[in-house]
C-alpha cells in the first residue's frame, strides 16, 4: 500500500457518511513512515553533509540489502505470532559455505545460489516442522537453531575466506547507475548515485511479499493466525500448515539474504550478520509488526530498516561514534515504538469499543 493511499484511508468513510476506522497495520504503517520521513528531514536540515547526497541515502539500501530480505521474512513469522532468531548464524553459515564451495571446489555463480537457497530452506523445514507440528516453542527451536548455524559455520571453515571467483567477482562489482541522480565532487565532476545488486533482489522481494499479504488467501491466513489461531481454526484454516510455511519463506529468504551478504561484503567469516537477528526484529517492530501477532507490514519493515540506519548515521554525524552509542539509541527507539504502539492501539481499541457500545 502506498503513503498517498494510507494518507487517504485516514479520513475514508462508509456509505453513511461516517469516518471508516482504517486496520491496525495501515496505522501504525503510516505512523512509521511519517516518523522517517521526519526524522530524515531533521538530519538533512541540522547536520546536511552527507544527508544531502543522495548517495548516502541509497547507501542506507546499499549496505543494508540483506538486512531488509531477513527481515521481511521475520515479519511474515511475527505476523502469525512467531519468531526467528537464527536468521544470523543462518545468514553466515551461507556465507562462509558459498565462499568455501566457490575456492576449494571450484564451484560456479548458479551452484551457489542453490547452495545459499538450499541451506535456508533446510533451515525453513526443520524448524517450522518443530513449530507447527510438534508444538515446540519457536524461541527455543530457534535458539537452537543459531547455535547450530554458527557452529557450522566454524566447521566449513575456521578462518575468514574471500571470495575471489572471477565470475563472482563480477557480479559483486556490479551496479545500477541512476540517471540525474548524484552529486559534484570538488573539482566539478559528477558523480552518478547507484544502487548494488542486492538491493535490487531486495525490492523485487518485498514488492512480492507485499502482492502475497494484500491480495492471496495465503497472505490472509497469516493474518487470520496471528490474530486469532483458535479462531482461524474454526473459519476452516489450516493454521499448522500456514504456520509451517510462514517459516519455511523466512528460511528462504533468510538464504537469499545470505547471498545478498557476500555480494555486498565478498568474504565468509564467523562473525558475518552477527547480531541481525536482533536488528531484523526491531526493524519489524518499528516498522509496525505486533509481537502478539495478526499486525504487520513488509512496506513498514522496510521503513523499519531505513528508520534504524538512519538513526544510526544521525549519532555518527553528532559525534558519538562509539558502537555502544548506535546500540543505545537502538534501544531507546525500539522502546519508543514499543510504547507509542501500545498507546495507540490501547486508546483505539478504547475508542472504538465506546462507540460500538
Known sequence: MSFISNIKSLFSKNKNGDKQPISNTTLLLTITICTFVVMYLFAMIVWG???LNPQQFLDIFNNNSYLIVISVGLTIIMITGGIDISVGGTVALITMACVVFMEDHNGGIFSSILIALGIGLAMGIVQGYCVA???IQ???????GMFFTKGMTTIVSKVPRTATNEAFVKLKDFYLELPGIGHYAKNGTFIPAYIEVGVIIALVILVGLWAVLKWTRFGRNLYAVGGNSESALMLGINVRRTTFFAYVICGVLAGIGGFCYLLHTGAGNASNATGAEMQAIASSIIGGTLLSG????????LFGVMSLKTINNIVIASGLREPYWQSITTGLMLCFFILLQSVILSYRKKKLGTKAA
Do not use: D, E, N, R
Open 138 to 144: 519457536p524461541f527455543i527451536v530457534t535458539l537452537a
Open 133 to 135: 507440528y510438534l508444538k
Open 49 to 51: 553533509g552527507g544527508f
Open 294 to 301: 495478526g499486525v504487520g507490514s513488509v512496506v513498514g519493515t
